[in-house]
């Protein structure tokens, strides 16, 4: 069973990722939807799949981890077990085919002679305001609070796969929508169980009384600000004023399923 620190961390934090859902359900339908406004939200997540890191690293999510595998070679099995080499590039296998899914969605919406997505065009793409703000709290965030912060920074990262979990309902509507929902499965199922062990393993880490109140504390502050990130990337389908309201707690919070987490 989960501990009563990891439970209130949680029941901190689900209105927030309830809120980041919203955005996506509410986009989804919204009257404001165009094929432009999906060419800019796939062209942010694709960019994100490929240079943002939970905690700010710059060479992203492909060229960082395979900088380290090589640089790791020498230590196989020395230094390092070859099991958490094999995990490592199993990893950088997921993440990139994450980055292929949404890029194929993104090339069949996108304008006319308009070359196809690459990870190199991505790197020139500019970055959102609320993106680069989340990446820089990020970075600040380890640096100053160490150990917590950082597991804030991992806790947060995903938003509780709502972006997928939201997706994978468009599945069936054709066109461009099957495609996102084809990405947001594929994500989804490699994400939710890593998401999960990482939750539950939390309970395991050695945390005082006051490194939970603060991990709690940098876990709300970041979900807070991912919802900013995600109406911003979808062409505000939420008002200020809606926004404003669910921060404030008007939502009914996600509901973790802690069987299902620890069954994953």
């Known amino acids: 069973m989960p ?3 990891l439970k209130s961390l949680v029941d901190s934090v689900a209105p927030l990722f309830a809120g980041e859902a919203e955005v996506f359900r509410t986009y989804w339908t919204w009257s ?3 094929n432009e406004t999906d060419r800019l939200w796939l062209l942010r997540q694709a960019r994100k799949e490929v240079w943002d890191t939970p905690l700010g690293d710059q060479r992203g999510l492909y060229l960082g981890p395979a900088e380290d595998l090589i640089a790791d070679f020498p230590k196989i099995d020395i230094e390092i ?3 958490e080499i094999l995990e490592r590039m199993e990893g950088l296998y997921e993440e990139f085919s994450h980055y292929c899914a949404y890029a194929d969605a993104y090339d069949v919406v996108r304008g006319e002679g308009e070359p196809r997505l690459s990870p190199t065009r991505l790197k020139e793409v500019p970055d959102w305001a609320e993106n680069l703000a989340i990446r820089d709290r990020r970075a600040e965030i380890k640096k100053q609070y160490g150990t ?17 979990s939201e997706g994978m309902k468009l599945a069936g509507n054709g066109g461009v929508d099957d495609l996102i929902a084809k990405a947001a499965a594929l994500v989804y199922e490699d994400e939710f169980g890593h998401m999960c062990k990482g939750i ?7 945390m005082s009384g006051a ?5 709690t504390e940098l876990s709300v502050e970041l979900a807070g600000m ?21 921060k404030a707690g008007d939502i ?6 802690f069987e299902k987490v620890e069954a994953a």
């Not at 490194?211 to 991990?215: E, H, R, S, T």
């Open 32 to 34: 404001g939807r165009t």
């Open 226 to 246: 991912r919802i900013d990130m995600r109406n911003v990337q979808f062409s505000f389908p939420l008002s200020a004023e809606r926004v404003a309201a669910i």
């Open 211 to 215: 490194d939970w109140d603060l991990m």
């Open 200 to 206: 539950i393993g939390l309970d395991a880490e050695d």
């Open 3 to 5: 501990s009563q620190q």
């Open 148 to 164: 917590a912060g950082e597991r804030a920074c991992y806790f947060t990262e995903g938003g509780y796969c709502t972006l997928f």
């Open 81 to 83: 077990p070859r099991e």
């Open 252 to 257: 009914e919070p996600v509901v973790f399923d």
